[in-house]
């Protein structure tokens, strides 16, 4: 009678999470995180795809979160050669959600230059939970190649990647305060300013760099 009840609730759940109402795949989400069933795997990771609804894709992320991750890994790691934009992104988003460390090698430089803006702030996120000790360096120098890169949004999330990545950053920065390109040597002092200032505020970092890029000083000195 138990299992009849949970197939039930499985095929529910699953139906739910096809509903053309955003409340209704939330519910399914939820119901599935609440008591996690290997079985709505597949399903959970599909839905991560094609899923319009922010609320809705955050809580596909928390119950995919509450799988094993033996069982959670291989599919959200084979999301990461999709077509669909936000099948790669979602994965990446989920994948710095779980934190296991067998995903780092699939967070490959190409994943965080992708074209696409949502993904390539979604691998610099877990690329930087995800990298092992000893790896910093080499990662704040793929990400540095992106500096400049995009509008505010973009920018502050490659600012605080970079920042999270400590000591390793300070290397590329100052090496970018000199790039002849006036918009990376402008998110280059933005950053160094926010990560020693955090309390000041990107805009404000980056109203300062504008000034130092247009009197023609790296900011180094400052």
Do not use: Y
Not at 94 to 112: C, H, N, V
């Amino acid at each position: 009678m138990t299992m009849t009840n949970e197939g039930t609730k499985m095929t529910r759940a699953l139906r739910g999470l096809e509903s053309d109402s955003s409340s209704v795949r939330l519910r399914a989400a939820l119901a599935v995180g609440t008591a996690p069933d290997p079985r709505c795997v597949d399903a959970l990771v599909g839905r991560c795809a094609i899923e319009p609804d922010f609320q809705v894709r955050e809580m596909l992320t928390w119950a995919l979160t509450r799988h094993a991750s033996a069982l959670t890994l291989p599919r959200l790691l084979g999301e990461l050669r999709s077509e669909l934009a936000q099948a790669r992104s979602q994965a990446l988003h989920t994948l710095s959600k779980i934190g296991d460390g067998r995903a780092w090698p699939a967070i490959t430089r190409e994943l965080m230059t992708d074209a696409d803006d949502e993904v390539a702030r979604s691998a610099w996120r877990a690329a930087v939970v995800l990298v092992p000790e000893g790896e910093q360096s080499g990662l704040a120098r793929v990400l540095a190649t992106q500096l400049g890169r995009g509008g505010r949004e973009t920018r502050l999330s490659l600012s605080r990647a970079l920042i999270a990545l400590g000591e390793a950053m300070t290397p590329v920065l100052r090496a970018a305060m000199s790039d002849s390109r006036p918009h990376v040597r402008q998110h280059a002092i933005a950053t160094e300013k926010l990560a020693r200032d955090p309390d000041a505020g990107f805009d404000f970092a980056v109203e300062e760099a504008k000034r130092i890029v247009a009197l023609g000083t790296t900011g180094q000195e400052e």
